[in-house]
């Protein structure tokens, strides 16, 4: 139940290779790393789309391991232990039956004997030898009785009392798990930084600006012909503003027509 992480790539150096760089030097755990191609993760295209999808690859990887280091084992734990004790307990019953069973039948024999002794009577060699080998019995299954009560008594106090013991795996591998994943992750998405870099570039390059507060503003109240960014603006506003003069002028000879026909009753529809 080791984890392994999994953002090791075929060139990676050793553990403690990389002393005095901490950058590139890979996490140091006692777990065995899982080494994977690192054109899946570490040598990922540099966009943030491609670095997306190699997080959620490495995250299924890690949710896999996650799964047979911690799931897995708490469930194999509880079956171990549950079966035991229950079985245990099973046959605890058995040998309490049989201790009840010796007890009652030689408590029997033995009223039976000072019944006899009581009348002045001696107990015949058979019954006496009867008593006597179910008093063998009796101490026999008294004694394992006790034997097995303790141990399961052991069983039960030492999986409840110190079950923190089979908890420390548990809390080890989470530890290593977070540790590994956060590492493989933050090595990842340090390819970001050459994007952002890029994003930087774009914005100082763009003649009008952009600014990375967006521009909400300027969509909410600003003029068109303010917000407009295009390259052939200074071609088309003058077209724009013609059309724009046109069809405003249309609108106002069609209405006065209308309103001219409606005095007149006759239906502009027409």
């Not at 670095?51 to 959620?56: E, G, T």
């Not at 009392?161 to 809390?171: E, Q, S, V």
Request: net charge negative; charged share 25%.
């Amino acid at each position: 139940y080791a984890f392994k992480s999994s953002f090791i790539s075929e060139e990676d150096p050793p553990v403690n290779a990389n002393v005095g760089n901490e950058e590139d030097a890979p996490v140091t755990t006692p777990f065995e790393k899982q080494v994977i191609k690192g054109s899946e993760y570490s040598q990922v295209d540099i966009s943030n789309f491609s670095v997306a999808q190699a997080s959620h690859k490495l995250t299924l990887t890690y949710a896999e391991q996650y799964q047979s280091s911690i799931i897995d084992y708490a469930e194999e734990w509880l079956q171990v232990v549950t079966t035991r004790i229950q079985s245990r307990l099973i046959e605890f019953d058995k040998l309490r039956d049989s201790l009840n069973h010796y007890v009652t039948k030689v408590s029997e024999l033995r009223v039976e004997a000072r019944k006899l002794e009581s009348h002045g009577k001696t107990i015949s060699p058979k019954k006496s030898e009867k008593l006597e080998r179910n008093e063998l019995k009796l101490n026999g299954a008294r004694e394992a009785h006790h034997t097995y009560g303790q141990s399961l008594y052991l069983l039960i106090d030492e999986v409840t009392a110190r079950g923190w013991r089979d908890l420390f795996p548990l809390i080890v591998n989470s530890v290593h798990f977070d540790l590994n994943y956060s590492s493989d992750q933050a090595k990842l998405y340090s390819k970001l930084e050459a994007i952002s870099d890029m994003l930087d570039e774009v914005a100082a390059a763009d003649p009008l600006g952009l600014d990375i507060d967006g521009r909400l503003e300027q969509l909410k109240k600003a003029a068109p012909e303010e917000v407009y960014t295009g390259k052939e603006y200074s071609r088309v506003h003058p077209v724009l503003k013609a059309i724009c003069k046109f069809e405003l002028t249309f609108y106002m000879v069609y209405n006065s027509f209308a309103l001219l026909l409606q005095s007149n009753n006759i239906n502009p529809q027409r």
